[in-house]
């Protein structure tokens, strides 16, 4: 088996505010996933924001460097100390598309110049090959060399140019593109049609996805795996149609009853002042306790370590044994 993503206990920490009142954040909290497979698959990240998602994209992708720890993809260390793949070879590997396409592209600059720097820069040995490896990579989103080329950004709609970024990380042939809310900007009747692309290119690019997101229902939909955080920390992990069927931690089961009583993706709930918050990254035990309904002393004082439970998946609950065994009773 391939291990296509592993992050062991990593870690990334941020100081804030001045040298009186400084604050120690911890925004990756021994972060330990694991996914092993011979297959393409899409893990998705999901949490409230401010969960840790972003940055430990961007620990991945090698624009954040971890405080400590290692991150494996594709049995490549990419992240932590000995980790230290060419450029080429890393761009060859991993690809980002990121939330705003419109922020991807320069207005200065045709959108077929980027397609042709990335194309050269990677894999193309004469302009020729460039122009195949794009005329592919376009076709494979449902578009054509003449729809983009001397084009600018504004000549484009959302969705349009979200797929020319994904066109644009697919010329390397990656074996994984992380996605960091992709469709977030884009208009809602466009969304599944990114959605299905990531299935279908999943499959006709045997390429991974690490899909960050706020909307569960595109993560049921899409997802082999699903790792929940909160400030930080992994909460709940494994596989996705069992933690969204039927969620063991406390926070996962808030997250699908919030969406329960919405027709909108959630956003970080209210009653969570910044202060608050703050305070929570640096909580020794459960960073959920403040929210949770079954938190007793000892979530004050022990952190709650992983609990495998049958149908594979990790849960970061001192309690998850006990919701177990109260869940089978009740069905």
Same mark, same amino acid.
């Given at each position: 088996?391939?291990?296509?993503?592993?992050?062991?206990?990593?870690?990334?920490?941020?100081?804030?505010?001045?040298?009186?009142?400084?604050?120690?954040?911890?925004?990756?909290?021994?972060?330990?996933?694991?996914?092993?497979?011979?297959?393409?698959?899409?893990?998705?990240?999901?949490?409230?924001?401010?969960?840790?998602?972003?940055?430990?994209?961007?620990?991945?992708?090698?624009?954040?460097?971890?405080?400590?720890?290692?991150?494996?993809?594709?049995?490549?260390?990419?992240?932590?100390?000995?980790?230290?793949?060419?450029?080429?070879?890393?761009?060859?590997?991993?690809?980002?598309?990121?939330?705003?396409?419109?922020? !991807?592209?320069?207005?200065?600059?045709?959108?077929?110049?980027?397609?042709?720097?990335? !194309?050269?820069?990677?894999? !193309?040995?004469?302009?020729?090959?460039?122009?195949? !490896?794009?005329?592919?990579?376009?076709?494979?989103?449902?578009?054509?060399?003449?729809?983009?080329?001397?084009?600018?950004?504004?000549?484009?709609?959302?969705?349009?140019?979200?797929?020319?970024?994904?066109?644009?990380?697919?010329?390397?042939?990656?074996?994984?593109?992380?996605?960091?809310?992709?469709?977030?900007?884009?208009?809602?009747?466009?969304?599944?049609?990114?959605?299905?692309?990531?299935?279908?290119?999943?499959?006709?690019?045997?390429?991974?996805?690490?899909?960050?997101?706020?909307?569960?229902?595109?993560?049921?939909?899409?997802?082999?795996?699903?790792?929940?955080?909160?400030?930080?920390?992994?909460?709940?992990?494994?596989?996705?149609?069992?933690?969204?069927?039927?969620?063991?931690?406390?926070?996962?089961?808030?997250?699908?009853?919030?969406?329960?009583?919405?027709?909108?993706?959630?956003?970080?709930?209210?009653?969570?002042?910044?202060?608050?918050?703050?305070?929570?990254?640096?909580?020794?035990?459960?960073?959920?306790?403040?929210?949770?309904?079954?938190?007793?002393?000892?979530?004050?004082?022990?952190?709650?370590?992983?609990?495998?439970?049958?149908?594979?998946?990790?849960?970061?609950?001192?309690?998850?044994?006990?919701?177990?065994?109260?869940?089978?009773?009740?069905?």
């Amino acid at each position: 088996m391939t291990t296509v993503l592993k992050t062991e206990s990593l870690n990334k920490t941020y100081r804030l505010g001045g040298f009186i009142n400084r604050v120690k954040i911890n925004a990756l909290d021994e972060v330990n996933l694991h996914v092993e497979s011979d297959e393409p698959v899409i893990i998705s990240l999901v949490g409230e924001s401010g969960s840790g998602k972003t940055t430990l994209a961007k620990v991945i992708l090698r624009l954040v460097y971890p405080s400590s720890g290692t991150a494996t993809v594709y049995d490549e260390q990419v992240a932590g100390t000995g980790s230290n793949p060419s450029k080429n070879q890393f761009l060859s590997a991993i690809q980002p598309i990121f939330q705003n396409p419109f922020e !991807a592209f320069s207005a200065y600059r045709s959108v077929d110049k980027y397609l042709q720097r990335t !194309a050269r820069r990677i894999n !193309a040995k004469s302009e020729k090959d460039a122009e195949a !490896a794009i005329e592919d990579a376009l076709a494979s989103v449902g578009l054509k060399y003449q729809d983009v080329k001397g084009k600018y950004r504004n000549q484009f709609s959302g969705g349009e140019l979200q797929r020319i970024s994904i066109a644009r990380a697919l010329i390397p042939r990656p074996k994984m593109i992380i996605a960091d809310e992709p469709v977030s900007m884009i208009d809602a009747s466009l969304r599944m049609n990114i959605i299905n692309l990531f299935l279908s290119l999943k499959e006709d690019y045997n390429t991974s996805f690490l899909y960050i997101t706020h909307d569960l229902a595109t993560a049921y939909y899409v997802s082999d795996y699903i790792a929940v955080m909160y400030r930080g920390s992994i909460v709940e992990f494994g596989d996705a149609k069992s933690i969204l069927t039927r969620p063991v931690h406390p926070y996962t089961q808030l997250l699908l009853d919030s969406i329960a009583l919405t027709d909108r993706k959630w956003e970080r709930t209210q009653h969570g002042a910044a202060d608050i918050e703050a305070k929570e990254f640096q909580f020794t035990g459960c960073r959920f306790r403040n929210r949770c309904p079954l938190a007793e002393d000892i979530c004050k004082h022990e952190r709650p370590q992983a609990i495998s439970l049958p149908d594979g998946r990790d849960v970061y609950c001192h309690f998850a044994e006990e919701t177990i065994q109260k869940m089978e009773i009740t069905t």
